[in-house]
């Protein structure tokens, strides 16, 4: 017998993982709070510091992230050397500015802090399994970005690892033809993804259709040079699917 094909068949479909179905950005924010937590009460690196203990974390939080947000850090996403480097440079940060070098007992409770990220599970996003689960199995495949080893898991963990995947070392355009090469997806590929950068850039220059899942609605890493079909989450992502037409 024939099967019959909707509208949705039409297409291939790439999808991120981390920001795109799972809320990952929570297990970022817990690691900071926890690095903060532990230099305020736990070592002499904020006495450079001004203000309370909450001032304190604060700057602690506001140090490690700018260290973190460096295209060196964000370009590892989820590997798991991320969070140990920026974490341990964030020390090495503090104790500059105070003039004392950070013991190696402290840098090893920064690496631990950072290498928790990996062992929490991030939530799935609560549209996230209609979403998958409207799409034809056979055409969907989650490219993510990070650690092999960490992303299979965390895929697994949140029962996404029976569908097609790929977990690249960096979100290029060169590593995304090749994986477009390797399935054989043709013009009809749709990337749905949260990050300008890492996908809808590469999903541009791919020839991709790319529909830009912006949660936040703040339009973080817009320019003007690409565009994405704009949307704030994956339900409003399948309605867009549904009006595609390509010729």
Request: charged letters at 20%; proline letters at 4%; aromatic letters at 10%.
């Amino acid at each position: 017998t024939l099967k019959y094909m909707t509208p949705l068949d039409r297409f291939t479909y790439l999808i991120d993982f981390d920001d795109t179905l799972v809320r990952t950005s929570p297990l970022y924010e817990s690691a900071f709070d926890h690095l903060a937590a532990f230099v305020v009460h736990n070592t002499s690196l904020a006495k450079a510091l001004p203000g309370d203990n909450r001032s304190k974390c604060q700057k602690v939080i506001q140090i490690a992230r700018a260290i973190d947000s460096g295209a060196a850090q964000r370009a590892l996403e989820f590997h798991r050397e991320r969070f140990p480097q920026s974490f341990e440079a964030t020390l090495d940060a503090l104790g500059a500015m105070c003039g004392e070098e950070p013991s190696k007992s402290e840098k090893a409770e920064a690496n631990q802090i950072g290498a928790a990220v990996f062992k929490g599970v991030a939530p799935l996003f609560s549209d996230a399994l209609a979403f998958m689960n409207a799409l034809p199995f056979e055409n969907v495949y989650i490219y993510t970005l990070g650690d092999m080893s960490v992303q299979a898991q965390r895929l697994h963990d949140v029962k996404l690892n029976r569908f097609n995947y790929r977990v690249t070392p960096a979100k290029t355009t060169a590593n995304l033809k090749d994986y477009l090469n390797l399935i054989g997806a043709s013009h009809r590929t749709i990337y749905i993804g949260d990050s300008w950068k890492n996908d809808i850039i590469p999903a541009n220059e791919c020839g991709l259709w790319p529909i830009w899942i912006d949660r936040q609605g703040d339009g973080e890493g817009y320019d003007a040079t690409h565009w994405a079909i704009h949307v704030h989450s994956l339900t409003q992502a399948l309605d867009a699917i549904s009006r595609i037409r390509i010729i």
